[in-house]
């Protein structure tokens, strides 16, 4: 099959690092995607990789590992507005009009 | 703002009834999906539209269907309602017909009673 899988939950500090692991099925793998959703609302876009290595952008970075079939999502400098659910999908090769969802990671950032 | 509009943002129904949601992708997009999200529950790929024509089909019940007009503008009708249909329905767009990113609109939360 071809499932995602993430962490249920995460807690953090604010002002600490937090990293969000996902994995998947390698063969077929053309790419993955990180959203951001917050409770009730819709997900929102962070990253995509389709290359190995890390991309960062500000408090956020994803990387990505082909081979291993291994994402995480870095989120530095942790803020109280970082409680949400993170979400890593994964786009395959010949299944390329539908993404695979994983079922998300709810961080809690405690103060 | 993802530049996604859907409406209405909220709607209480009736088991048995049939209701329809509306999504306007971003504009210049021409690819529309439809999610579904239960309570504690992931996202599940309902069905996707590229430039009016059917493209892909997820976890689809036969009780709902999807079409998109000329203007891009996409419906989802659900009908004979049950409980277990109460969720948040999300529409998303992007550029392409094979996926890139897909930007989601608000959602609307459908409550069925």
């Known amino acids: 099959g071809q499932n995602i899988d993430q962490p249920t939950e995460m807690t953090a500090t604010e002002g600490a690092i937090v990293q969000i692991n996902c994995t998947y099925q390698?063969?077929?793998?053309?790419?993955l995607f990180w959203y951001q959703q917050h409770a009730g609302e819709a997900p929102t876009f962070l990253s995509y990789?389709?290359l190995d290595g890390l991309e960062e952008k500000g408090r956020f970075s994803s990387f990505l590992s082909r081979s291993k079939g291994y994402s995480y999502l870095l989120l530095k400098e942790l803020q109280m507005k970082d409680s949400a659910s993170y979400l890593c999908?994964?786009?395959?090769?010949?299944?390329?009009?539908?993404?695979?969802w994983g079922l998300g990671t709810s961080l809690a950032v405690n103060p | 703002d993802s530049g996604v509009t859907q409406t209405p943002k909220h709607l209480i129904t009736a088991t048995g009834q049939r209701v329809t949601l509306r999504c306007s992708p971003r504009?210049?997009?021409?690819?529309v999906y439809w999610y579904q999200q239960s309570l504690d529950q992931g996202l599940q790929f309902l069905i996707q539209?590229?430039?009016?024509?059917?493209?892909a089909k997820g976890n689809i019940l036969e009780r709902f269907s999807a079409q998109q007009f000329p203007d891009l503008h996409s419906e989802l009708n659900l009908s004979s309602l049950e409980l277990g249909d109460s969720a948040l329905y999300f529409c998303?767009?992007?550029?392409?017909?094979?996926?890139?990113?897909?930007?989601f609109g608000p959602g609307t939360r459908l409550t069925v009673l």
């Open positions: 998303a767009s992007s550029g392409g017909e094979l996926i890139d990113t897909q930007y």
């Open positions: 504009s210049g997009d021409l690819s």
């Open positions: 539209y590229y430039n009016g024509e059917e493209r």
């Open positions: 390698t063969s077929g793998f053309n790419g």
């Open positions: 990789n389709v």
């Open positions: 999908a994964v786009k395959y090769a010949g299944n390329n009009r539908k993404l695979i």
